[in-house]
């Protein structure tokens, strides 16, 4: 059955269901569930809330979805449920943004953000396109030329070096995430022209307030979401996961090669082995540059 969905504010949620003279019933199966109500031409109007964002659904004939969707809202966009992952909470314009490198030792910070429209949910549901910590580096490297190939994106990188040098002038990380983000959202509209209901959604990292905070230049003019595990809840989060980490995991590689060594991922036991049989072959001022020195690793090295 065809749907068509959106994010609305408070002000707006209220206005509907005024409209609709829909009560509001707690639902102990399903606690995000604001409101449910069958319209005269027998559309189905349901709110859904999560944080702070509610979701409206009209689903029902296209024609008539469309007639009581432009009650609300310019340029509906309808859905064809055969052909999306039911398990995303939005499938219309969106732009995601992800991350990835963050606990990692060596290696970049690399930021990725996408734009994803609903003409794109028919190769991301044949890609197979989740939360790329679940996806195997293989399957990661066989998809990701894919997605950056077909799909509108931007990629900031933030090498060791530049992260250390943001920390030394007071910049924590949650700040440079930030402003990484916010970098790829504004240089991806730059380069491309959105549709005017566009949302942002960032796989959430900090506080609301204080990302917003922490921004040295300015916001997108575009209604921002945070979601945790937003890779898994929204479809550009996810091709943003799968690009960042695709991007992280092609630097990787050159990076193993340079040093003829498989350099293990995270900051654990075993990078720590991998760093001393580094330093038998190499200097540490020929690592430093692939290192975050700030993190507990280096700090064992100097002892």
């Not at 702070?52 to 449920?81: C, H, Q």
Request: aromatic content about 12%; overall charge neutral.
């Amino acid at each position: 059955m065809p749907y068509i969905k959106f994010s609305a504010d408070e002000a707006l949620m209220e206005e509907i269901r005024d409209f609709y003279e829909a009560p509001s019933y707690p639902n102990k199966k399903n606690p995000y569930l604001v409101f449910q109500v069958k319209t005269l031409d027998n559309v189905q109007v349901t709110c859904y809330k999560s944080k702070e964002i509610y979701t409206l659904m009209f689903s029902g004939d296209r024609n008539k979805i469309i007639d009581e969707a432009l009650i609300f809202i310019d340029n509906p966009v309808v859905i064809d449920e055969k052909t999306i992952n039911k398990d995303y909470l939005d499938n219309s314009y969106q732009i995601g943004t992800d991350e990835v490198g963050v606990g990692d030792f060596f290696g970049p910070l690399v930021v990725a953000a996408t734009y994803v429209t609903p003409e794109n949910l028919n190769l991301i549901e044949k890609l197979g396109i989740k939360d790329s910590k679940k996806l195997t580096d293989t399957k990661i490297l066989e998809i990701g030329p894919i997605v950056e190939k077909y799909f509108l994106h931007e990629v900031c990188l933030c090498s060791p070096k530049k992260l250390v040098d943001l920390k030394n002038n007071g910049w924590n990380m949650h700040k440079i995430m930030a402003n990484l983000h916010n970098t790829a959202q504004n240089n991806l509209l730059s380069k491309i022209k959105v549709n005017p209901s566009t949302k942002i959604y960032i796989d959430e990292f900090s506080n609301e307030n204080l990302y917003f905070k922490y921004l040295v230049t300015n916001k997108p003019n575009l209604p921002i979401h945070f979601e945790t595990k937003g890779e898994s809840l929204y479809p550009s989060v996810a091709c943003s996961s799968v690009l960042a980490r695709y991007h992280f995991l092609k630097i990787w590689e050159k990076m193993n090669e340079y040093f003829k060594t498989e350099i293990p991922k995270g900051a654990g036991e075993e990078v720590d082995k991998t760093v001393q049989k580094l330093l038998r072959k190499y200097s540490l001022k020929d690592l430093k540059p692939y290192m975050k020195t700030f993190f507990r690793n280096y700090k064992d090295i100097e002892k």
